[in-house]
Each structure stands twice: as structure tokens, then as C-alpha cells.
């Protein structure tokens, strides 16, 4: 089965400075895509960017990149000029690809980890 | 707004009783997911609908069922409530199982 690890429960970052999330993950499948979801204290989860395990190219949305490193299986998320608003959970998913039957849309998730933005 | 409409935002229920939840996708999507929060077990994955049909069961308990409708809106009942069902359930929705998945805002459920 495959399982996501967020080995950090509680990061902080001073405001317009950059924070680095971690994650790793472990499958055996070849074909899958991995997401970052944030979750803010009014509990909406918000998706902020995926990445498709074929693409070499790291995805970029504005102030969010990530680091894919597929070899390693590890997907990080870097935040740059972080904002008071960036304080939330964000959580680590993975997804297989594939419409095979058996649930391979179903996302797996980290325990998350808890980002402080102090002023 | 992700589109996904959930209700009731919160529901209060003593244990042993029946509640259901519901959820519209939004315009056009055809999948539907439930997800679990709890504090002990994380975010869990339930079950999927596509079209109407089941196509994946996640850690769905026997006394949790759910069922997607023709109008493609989904329900999930949970029936002889437990203290350890207080969670946070999510719907989330796809255009087509291969698409991102958006979530609702959640429905919080208290058992006392």
C-alpha cells in the first residue's frame, strides 16, 4: 500500500522569508501524481499545486514550487515570501494514475504538517 | 469557493443515532469522494461514486453507506453512531476520476 510521510508535525517562517515542507512517499507504481493541499484554520482544504510523476519539470504555481525528487521519492513544497495568510495545514497527497478499477483515485494523505507565519 | 456544497456545516447527535450527510459536486463532475479528518487517523479515504456507480471502497465502516444520485449528488449515512465517529467529513469532486479533486468545506459531527 502506499503511504505518505510528513516528518515535520510544526514548522514557522518569518513573514517574506521561505519555508521548505517535506515529504516522502512510497509506492511501486511508475504512474501517479502527487499534490500539496492546505488547510487554513476555517478547515477548507484548497489545492495548491500537483505534480505529475512523468513530468521532470518541478510545477510551479506564483510563490509555491516543489522539488521532485522521483528517484527519492521525496516532494517538497517551497513557499517564498511567505505571507500571514499561508498559516495552515498543508498536506501531502498521493494519487496513482490510472483508471484501473480497485480505487486508484483515492487520495493518500500525510498527517500534515502545521506552518506558522509569524509578522 | 471550490463549488462543492456540503450540509449541514456542523451536526450535534448522541450516539446510537442515524445522520446523513450530503453533498452536491460541482457542475459537471461525475466523481464523488468522501474523505474522514479525525485527529487519531488523519484524513482517510471512504468511498468513491462515479456516475452513479460505486467504484471504490476505502476504510468505510459496515455502519456507513453512501450512494451517489441521478442528479449526481451524493449521500453518506452513518447509522448506530459512536463517540469515536466524531470527525470532520469531506466530499470532494472531479470532472473525471483522473482530474484534481475539490473539496468541500466540511461537515463537522459532534456525538455527545
Known amino acids: 500500500a502506499q503511504t505518505v510521510t510528513q516528518s515535520q508535525p510544526e514548522m514557522s517562517v518569518q513573514e517574506a522569508e521561505t519555508v521548505t515542507l517535506s515529504c516522502t512517499y512510497d509506492?511501486?507504481?511508475?504512474?501517479?501524481?502527487l499534490f500539496w493541499y492546505k488547510q487554513p484554520p476555517s478547515r477548507q482544504m484548497i489545492l495548491v499545486i500537483r505534480?505529475?510523476?512523468?513530468?521532470?519539470q518541478n510545477a510551479t504555481e506564483n510563490r509555491f514550487s516543489v522539488n521532485f525528487q522521483k528517484a527519492a521519492k521525496s516532494f517538497s513544497l517551497k513557499i517564498s515570501d511567505s505571507q500571514l495568510g499561508d498559516a495552515a495545514m498543508y498536506f501531502c497527497?498521493?494519487?496513482?494514475?490510472?483508471?484501473?478499477?480497485?480505487?486508484?483515485?483515492?487520495?493518500?494523505f500525510g498527517k500534515g504538517t502545521k506552518l506558522t507565519v509569524n509578522p | 469557493d471550490s463549488g462543492v456544497t456540503q450540509t449541514p456545516k456542523h451536526l450535534i447527535t448522541a450516539t446510537g443515532q442515524r445522520v446523513t450527510l450530503r453533498c452536491s459536486p460541482r457542475s459537471g463532475d461525475l466523481s464523488v469522494y468522501w474523505y474522514q479528518q479525525s485527529l487519531d487517523q488523519g484524513l482517510q479515504f471512504l468511498i468513491q461514486y462515479y456516475n452513479g456507480e460505486e467504484r471504490a471502497k476505502g476504510n468505510i465502516l459496515e455502519r456507513f453507506s453512501a450512494q451517489q444520485f441521478p442528479d449526481l449528488h451524493s449521500e453518506l449515512n452513518l447509522s448506530s453512531l459512536e463517540l469515536g465517529d466524531s470527525a470532520l467529513y469531506f466530499c470532494?469532486?472531479?470532472?473525471?476520476?483522473?482530474?484534481?479533486?475539490?473539496f468541500g468545506d466540511g461537515t463537522r459531527l459532534s456525538i455527545l
Open positions: 497527497a498521493y494519487r496513482r494514475g490510472g483508471l484501473d478499477q480497485g480505487g486508484s483515485e483515492k487520495l493518500v
Open positions: 505534480q505529475e510523476a512523468y513530468k521532470q
Open positions: 509506492t511501486s507504481e511508475s504512474d501517479y501524481y
Open positions: 470532494a469532486s472531479s470532472a473525471h476520476p483522473n482530474q484534481p479533486q475539490h
